[in-house]
């Protein structure tokens, strides 16, 4: 009974081990297939049609947006990360190149435009007058067409803000991982 066991012991550790190689093996290859990705140029596909629709959307209730920022190239992201830190001006991020949605295309940011073509970014406002503050109802727009509202964040506030993830973590983009992979 003891050489049986020891026998199915050793059976089972070499399967086991054998899984093990070959999982691992397939997993380094993987990996070194997603890290050889490039970044993208531009906003996701997805993205940029909900952009689209959310600007539609936002008009037909009388609200008139731009959007001020979209995909952003590492320099640009790195730049901005200096602002307050390294070059004057307040701090407007806390993401270095490759922290932020925007280096992969998945994040847009907006602003109110009025009627003399002048940009805020006043979340009070309410120039539609329907009671509601316009810079809450394009969040909510953003929202019910699939975007992350940066406003919804417990630490930092970021109201200009939309982002979709696609389940990916910044983590995950850095390693190569993109949207398609995750779109059955």
């Known amino acids: 009974m003891k050489n049986i066991r020891t026998a199915f012991s050793v059976f089972f550790l070499l399967i086991l081990g054998g899984f093990l190689f070959v999982w691992v093996g397939n997993e380094v290859t993987f990996r070194e297939e997603l890290l050889t990705r490039s970044l993208p140029s531009g906003l996701y596909s997805i993205v940029e049609e909900k952009q689209d629709l959310l600007i539609d959307q936002a008009s037909e209730i009388g609200i008139e947006i731009l959007i001020t920022d979209g995909y952003r190239s590492p320099e640009e992201q790195d730049s ?3 602002q307050g830190r390294t070059m004057s001006g307040s701090i407007v991020t806390y993401a270095e190149a490759g922290e932020s949605y925007h280096n992969y295309g998945l994040a847009i940011d907006f602003a109110l435009r009025l009627d003399d073509d002048s940009v805020v970014w006043d ?14 109802e394009v969040a909510m727009i953003g929202k019910n067409l699939g975007f992350d509202w940066g406003g919804d964040w417990q630490r930092f506030k970021d109201y200009p803000h939309l982002e979709m993830t696609f389940g990916l973590s910044i983590r995950d983009l850095q390693r190569g991982w993109r949207p398609e992979d995750k779109i059955d």
């Open 80 to 82: 901005l990360h200096g």
């Open 123 to 136: 979340i009070e406002r309410d120039d539609n007058g329907n009671g509601e503050s316009d810079w809450f």
